[in-house]
């Protein structure tokens, strides 16, 4: 019986990819490199950023990763705040919470960052916890997960991850939890196909999409 459910939230809750490619271009136009598509992005997105950032075309021997993080960051923000969320989040999250489910955050995004985007789309009420990470640079989120998990008592089984790259289906894999990614963020559907587990349109599928958890 699943008791929780964990989100991710770039990409999933917030829809934010079209920033993010903006923000991709702009560094490539930068360093005189081609600009990306969308499709392309979506081909090639992957964790830990830095990869992905070099699969883009991006050159560290002209900007530090570490620069670009805190350029990117500086950017990203407050730009974020306008970015909205997907259609009906808010209603899923109602319906999913008189259902009976917690729910809880979980994301590589820095945890203030975090927590300022999510009180400024007033969500932040909706979820028994908002887990981010305590630097800017994207790592991975399992270990913030499994900690949660221990400090409250919560088993994989209980859980279901829902998130939209297949480095979110590594995390649930490592949180033991069933897990569905959603086709609306930053993967395309023919990467998170490999995954082999349910894709969702997005998390407003959630609700009908809860009969076939395992």
Not at 110 to 129: H, R
Not at 148 to 158: F, L, T, V
Not at 183 to 197: A, F, I, M, R, T
Request: net charge negative.
């Amino acid at each position: 019986m699943k008791k929780y459910i964990f989100l991710d939230f770039n990409g999933t809750i917030i829809d934010d990819i079209d920033l993010c490619i903006e923000l991709l271009n702009e560094i490539l136009r930068k360093q005189n490199k081609p600009e990306v598509t969308k499709e392309r992005y979506k081909n090639i997105f992957t964790f830990p950023v830095k990869k992905y950032y070099e699969l883009a075309g991006i050159d560290f021997t002209l900007d530090s990763f570490e620069d670009l993080a805190d350029w990117f960051i500086a950017k990203y923000q407050p730009l974020s705040l306008q970015c909205g969320l997907f259609p009906k989040c808010v209603e899923t999250f109602q319906k999913l919470k008189e259902k009976g489910y917690h729910l809880v955050i979980l994301s590589a995004s820095e945890k203030n960052n975090l927590l300022e985007q999510c009180q400024s789309y007033k969500i932040d009420t909706f979820f028994d916890a908002i887990l981010g990470i305590d630097n800017i640079h994207a790592e991975s989120k399992v270990q913030i997960a499994l900690n949660y998990m221990k400090a409250n008592g919560i088993q994989g089984n209980e859980v279901l991850f829902v998130g939209d790259t297949l480095h979110d289906l590594e995390v649930a894999k490592a949180m033991q939890a069933s897990c569905m990614l959603v086709s609306c963020g930053h993967q395309s559907v023919e990467v998170l196909s490999k995954g082999g587990v349910p894709i969702l349109s997005d998390i407003s599928a959630l609700i009908d999409g809860l009969e076939d958890v395992k």
